[in-house]
């Protein structure tokens, strides 16, 4: 049976503390938030169904957006494949797919996500869909930025149990759908806004952490209606922003109970730490009655 890309969910790997980090991936500052949090809400904002943080046993997690569920791994020390079955069984009644990556992604685009998850829906299995969409991106396996089917919740585990804890040795015992870096590119908004698959790319060493986040922020287009475009504001234009709140200060806004934002025409909100990304569209309006 073929599964619908809409009703997919997400898995987010919080990990612990990192031996080369020297303290935890997830609560990292990222343009005002976290890895976590950031990572979390791209998710929210792409994937139809529920997004899950898997955390490691007595992890205190920094702040999530509304909705993000948290389930502990209740062992510690088996790296991801135990903590992809923790998530897989989390979903396992409420998705059927999930996407699943590590926090540290600061640039994960929902291009990415969204051309994964459309791997389960192409056919050309036994049942129509594959169990695992593995990216094999920038030259190289990517089985945490991944989509699993939440059937495979107790496969996992099994393996896991086992101690058999190379993520190889599942996709021996699955049907995957392998997307190489022609695949990807060759959806449209990929190649527009993340053209060198930064999607991937993950922090795993101070200089990493460093290095991704001198980046410059990601170009989103800014326009003002109503009664805040007689501030000066009328017209499109583009800024450098990570998050909303950057995009309104950028345009001399405060996201306040006055201002409301539309994302790429359908989101609503006022949340400053809502990440964007690029190609995103920001309409700012007035909340007040007959702004």
Known sequence: MEIEVGTAGAVVLAGGRSSRMGEPKAALEWHGSTLLHRTTAVLARTVGGPVVVVKAPGQE???????????????EGLGPMQGIAVGLAALAERAPAAFVCSTDMPFLHPAFVRRVLRGFTQGGFTDGAPDVVLPMARG???????????????????????????LGMLFEQCEVRKLDDADLLADRDI???????????????????ASARQRPAPGVVVECFGALASRGQRGPRTVGAATLGAAAEAVGLALDRHVVAALNGDQISRDAQLPLVAGDNVAFLSADAGG
């Open 61 to 75: 997690l920094p702040d999530l957006p509304a909705g993000v569920a948290v389930v502990e791994d209740p062992v």
């Open 191 to 209: 190649a527009r806004f993340d053209p060198q698959l930064d999607s991937v790319v993950n922090v795993n060493a101070p200089e990493d952490y």
């Open 140 to 166: 190289f396996r990517q089985p945490l930025a991944a989509g699993y089917s939440t059937a495979l919740a107790d496969r996992v585990a099994k393996l896991a149990a086992e101690r058999s804890l190379k």
